[in-house]
């Protein structure tokens, strides 16, 4: 009785520690293109689905290999949308790239500081602010002692310049396996209280940090920068962030507290 008690529970927590969901803000970010053969405007740009330069597919694709489900949140976040694991909000639109943007107010702010102090993986990923709407996106941001700043670090010119945007971890607990990563036209970014950097660009401006935050961590960076463009190949082969990719998703999800409580109450055994 005690040996099926016991693959009883660890079954449970299998099924419980494989049930990892990784959701894509469509909410803050939703830009829409005609698609190449004509006819109605379709959502595109960091998303799961789009499988060209500018999408999240093949990152997508790294999340499934390591095991997790992926989710896009189409509607603003709140406590009853936000039933994800890990949650990623990618460059925020701007008036210039979406004629009506929904800006990320404070009864959201609110949700999503709830939903991380309980657990929840929250991924920021900003870009320069003539593309990405920062001022809002700060707002959020404050909450966990970060600021995007109003700069731009790592600038590459064109092709011939990728050396501009090298970054090379190194002793760095999230990227364990990439040596040499591209990040280009970055926001850095200003870090107060617990929050502690992770990237930094070659002048010493932090790029990307991280903060634990109740039972919850929040990784910031700032740019979208492991979009399809910049893990497909493009990047002459010196560059890793195929592996980098790979690094970061695998942190996330290890980041993800337990959820298993168990009452001393739930499982009697009886004599036999």
Same mark, same amino acid.
Request: charged content about 20%; some cysteine.
């Given at each position: 009785?005690?040996?099926?008690?016991?693959?009883?529970?660890?079954?449970?927590?299998?099924?419980?520690?494989?049930?990892?969901?990784?959701?894509?803000?469509?909410?803050?970010?939703?830009?829409?293109?005609?698609?190449?053969?004509?006819?109605?405007?379709?959502?595109?740009?960091?998303?799961?689905?789009?499988?060209?330069?500018?999408?999240?597919?093949?990152?997508?694709?790294?999340?499934?290999?390591?095991?997790?489900? /992926?989710?896009?949140?189409?509607?603003?976040?709140?406590?009853?949308? /936000?039933?994800?694991?890990? $949650?990623?909000?990618? !460059?925020? +639109?701007?008036?210039?790239?979406?004629?009506?943007?929904?800006?990320?107010?404070?009864?959201?702010?609110?949700?999503?500081?709830?939903?991380?102090?309980?657990?929840?993986?929250?991924?920021?990923?900003?870009?320069?602010?003539?593309?990405?709407?920062?001022?809002?996106?700060?707002?959020?941001?404050?909450?966990?002692?970060?600021?995007?700043? !109003? +700069? /731009?670090?790592?600038?590459?010119?064109? +092709?011939?310049?990728?050396? +501009?945007?090298?970054?090379?971890?190194?002793?760095?607990?999230?990227?364990?396996?990439?040596?040499?990563?591209? &990040?280009?036209?970055?926001?850095?970014?200003?870090?107060?209280?617990?929050?502690?950097?992770?990237?930094?660009?070659?002048?010493?401006?932090?790029?990307?940090?991280?903060?634990?935050?109740?039972?919850?961590?929040?990784?910031?960076?700032?740019?979208?920068?492991?979009?399809?463009?910049?893990?497909?190949?493009?990047?002459?082969?010196?560059?890793?962030?195929?592996?980098?990719?790979?690094? /970061?998703?695998?942190? &996330?999800?290890?980041?993800?507290?337990?959820?298993?409580? $168990?009452?001393?109450?739930?499982?009697?055994?009886?004599?036999?």
């Amino acid at each position: 009785m005690k040996k099926i008690l016991y693959l009883l529970i660890a079954s449970l927590y299998a099924a419980t520690a494989s049930a990892q969901t990784v959701m894509v803000d469509a909410y803050f970010n939703h830009e829409l293109r005609t698609p190449p053969g004509g006819g109605e405007k379709v959502p595109f740009h960091y998303r799961w689905e789009d499988t060209t330069n500018t999408g999240f597919s093949i990152w997508g694709q790294i999340f499934r290999q390591q095991g997790a489900t /992926l989710q896009t949140l189409e509607v603003a976040p709140s406590a009853a949308t /936000l039933k994800a694991n890990v $949650y990623i909000i990618a !460059d925020p +639109d701007t008036q210039k790239e979406t004629a009506h943007p929904n800006l990320i107010e404070s009864h959201q702010i609110a949700a999503i500081q709830k939903w991380v102090k309980a657990g929840g993986i929250l991924v920021l990923m900003a870009n320069d602010s003539a593309n990405a709407e920062l001022p809002h996106l700060n707002h959020l941001a404050a909450v966990f002692g970060l600021h995007f700043n !109003d +700069d /731009l670090q790592n600038h590459v010119v064109d +092709d011939a310049h990728f050396e +501009d945007g090298a970054i090379y971890p190194q002793n760095d607990p999230i990227f364990t396996t990439a040596q040499k990563i591209f &990040l280009k036209d970055v926001a850095s970014i200003s870090l107060k209280g617990p929050a502690r950097p992770s990237l930094k660009a070659k002048n010493g401006a932090v790029i990307a940090a991280t903060i634990k935050y109740g039972k919850g961590k929040v990784f910031a960076v700032g740019d979208p920068w492991l979009y399809n463009e910049y893990v497909n190949g493009r990047l002459p082969a010196a560059y890793q962030n195929d592996k980098a990719a790979a690094d /970061l998703a695998r942190w &996330l999800l290890a980041q993800i507290p337990g959820k298993i409580k $168990y009452k001393t109450t739930c499982c009697r055994m009886g004599r036999g």
